[in-house]
């Protein structure tokens, strides 16, 4: 009656953020926790692929700002300070989401999005360490950068 299909395919499914790990790299810190919880990478590799690169992702933004669509931007330099986290590089981070929260949030509503990417910024040492430990668990040291990636380039912010 039941048999089982010869060549199945079994799809695998994504590793949800291992919570234990990251609530005691995040101490107590409850809205550290709910930000890296948010934004760390299930499968860093493959979705960074499918974003493309930050020079591509910036430049993206820039051609928002200029076509009036800040909202869009705001969420491209918010995916390169994903990114640049995942990199290990803080110097990115802190560029992009200061970028990122310069653009507002569309409405001028204190959202979500907004606290958990100023709880980041805030508290950006930890979390370039909570990363680095949640990424390369292994002992896998950073991640390089890909050929032809540069630390990101901001363009002035957008006069309101």
Not at 27 to 40: I, T
Not at 121 to 127: I, M, T
Not at 136 to 153: I, K, L
Request: a neutral charge; aromatic letters at 6%; charged letters at 30%.
């Amino acid at each position: 009656m039941f048999r089982r299909r010869k060549n199945a395919v079994v799809k695998a499914e994504p590793t949800p953020i291992d919570q234990d790990l990251l609530s005691t790299l995040c101490q107590g810190n409850e809205k550290l926790h709910d930000a890296m919880s948010y934004f760390l990478y299930l499968r860093p590799d493959e979705q960074i692929a499918r974003l493309g690169t930050t020079d591509q992702l910036i430049r993206k933004a820039t051609e928002e700002i200029g076509g009036g669509d800040l909202l869009m931007a705001r969420v491209d330099y918010t995916d390169v300070a994903w990114i640049e986290l995942y990199r290990g590089n803080k110097a990115g981070v802190k560029a992009s989401l200061e970028r990122a929260l310069s653009l507002g949030d569309g409405d001028g509503l204190a959202r979500p999005s907004t606290q958990r990417l100023n709880a980041i910024l805030l508290n950006l040492d930890k979390a370039m360490v909570i990363a680095r430990r949640y990424y390369h668990r292994d002992g896998s040291e950073s991640v390089a950068e890909p050929t032809g990636q540069r630390e990101p380039v901001l363009v002035s912010p957008v006069a309101k």
